[in-house]
């Protein structure tokens, strides 16, 4: 029961509104600190998107400049044993699923997508007489691959790769123009491999996320033992990576990238 003061009811509706103050306060404060939480969640995500951009590119200009003779050297090599073009560009899905172009050193025959498309073309043929340009060595080489090792992406003893291309190949040097594509913003230094369009037609929802950083040229997928992991493991490493992303992780893995490289770990 309410009492009655000398100011009559004027003491009920002063506690009344009291009372609304305080539960708008309330109500205030935690939509403040909802707020102040979201507000903080996207200044360290900005911050540490804005410091892995300011470290790719301090560390692709000093690499840049570091090998530039070898790199330098290799395309050389590359004119040398088969001339120009020096560059292999192939698109690639990037960040949001963008396409841009990847440059690679070319290592293999200017060519060597028409052969490979013939070879295709005539892998399921049961005699050598349907086959065209028979005597095309290069074309019957890879058709006997394909054959052997149908299930195969990377073929051995390709025949359609370049003098020393197989030497450059083995230790990654045909990668060292990427550098450039991560200067320009398109890449990272780590990050999930970018893939080709038709092999991300398929992606799940989960899969999906690989497309919210950009691609790198190293990362968790690069480092370990590729050979062994299924698609599916290799897209979780990358997954993994995006979820405990951080300047010191990316160190991390960039150091175990050397010694990775030079094992030739996976690079067939």
């Known amino acids: 029961m309410i009492q009655k003061n000398k100011y009559g009811r004027a003491a009920c509706g002063i506690r009344s509104w009291g009372t609304r103050l305080r539960s708008m306060g309330r109500i205030i404060g ?18 540490r998107r804005c410091t892995k951009r300011g470290f790719d590119i301090l560390a692709s200009l000093t690499l840049i400049l570091i090998l530039s003779p070898l790199l330098l050297a290799t395309a050389l090599i590359v004119i040398i044993s088969d001339g ?3 560059l292999f560009i192939h698109r690639r899905v990037g960040r949001r699923g963008r396409l841009f172009p990847v440059w690679k050193l070319r290592t293999m025959r200017r060519d060597a997508e028409l052969i490979e498309k013939k070879a295709h073309q005539h892998k399921i043929q049961k005699t050598a007489g349907d086959f065209v340009e028979p005597e095309d060595e290069t074309i019957k ?7 052997l090792f149908s299930h195969e992406t990377n073929y051995p003893k390709d ?5 020393f291309g197989g030497f450059i190949r083995k230790f990654s040097l045909d990668e060292l123009p ?11 230094l780590v990050g999930p491999r970018p893939f080709v369009t038709f092999e991300v037609v398929n992606y799940s929802r989960r899969d999906q996320a690989r497309h919210e950083v950009a691609p790198g040229l190293s990362g968790l997928w690069q480092i370990s033992d590729r050979d062994s992991l299924t698609r599916f493991e290799s897209i979780g490493l990358d997954l993994d990576y995006i979820s405990r992303q951080s300047l010191f ?4 893995i960039l150091l175990l990238t050397i010694p990775a490289a030079l094992k030739n770990r996976g690079g067939n």
Request: avoid cysteine; hydrophobic fraction near 40%; glycine fraction near 2%.
């Open 141 to 147: 080489k890879l058709r006997q691959n394909l054959l």
């Open 30 to 47: 935690t939509t403040s600190s909802a707020s102040i939480s979201r507000w903080n969640h996207q200044f360290r995500h900005r911050l």
């Open 178 to 188: 990427q550098l450039f594509n991560i200067l320009s913003g398109n890449m990272s």
């Open 84 to 86: 120009f073009p020096i």
């Open 159 to 163: 025949p359609r790769i370049i003098p």
């Open 249 to 252: 992780l990316d160190i991390r």
